[in-house]
């Protein structure tokens, strides 16, 4: 009796482990996916619809998502070529806008954002 116990108590933990491996790639996966979709650029900001030639948007370092959410109008960066040479462009939105260059290379380290643009 003891030993069937035992071996129950064994399998139990071997599926539990199994359990958490599968949670643990699971999420390294979708942090993978996530960072695929975060960019760091220089972009005109604020994104306005028009431009207010009194009041430019000015270029500054923002993080942005090439996978925006809602239905909406907005703005389109190049984020690769493709077979013909031509680029590949995408819609995005400004997560963050960042003071300078630095506070945005830091932000870049510590998250682990490695699609970055630094002039």
Avoid: W
Wanted: proline fraction near 6%.
């Amino acid at each position: 009796m003891f030993i069937r116990i035992f071996i129950f108590i064994g399998l139990l933990f071997l599926l539990i482990g199994a359990n958490q491996k599968s949670a643990t790639m699971q999420t390294s996966q979708i942090k993978n996916q996530v960072s695929n979709y975060l960019m760091i650029r220089k972009v005109h900001y604020p994104v306005t619809k028009t431009n207010d030639p009194k009041n430019p948007p000015k270029l500054k370092y923002c993080l942005l998502t090439i996978c925006p959410e809602g239905i909406a109008a907005c703005p389109m960066i190049a984020v690769g070529m493709d077979a013909e040479g031509k680029p590949v462009l995408k819609e995005y939105d400004v997560v963050k806008a960042f003071k300078n260059k630095k506070e945005a290379q830091g932000y870049a380290k510590k998250n682990s954002i490695t699609n970055v643009a630094f002039d």
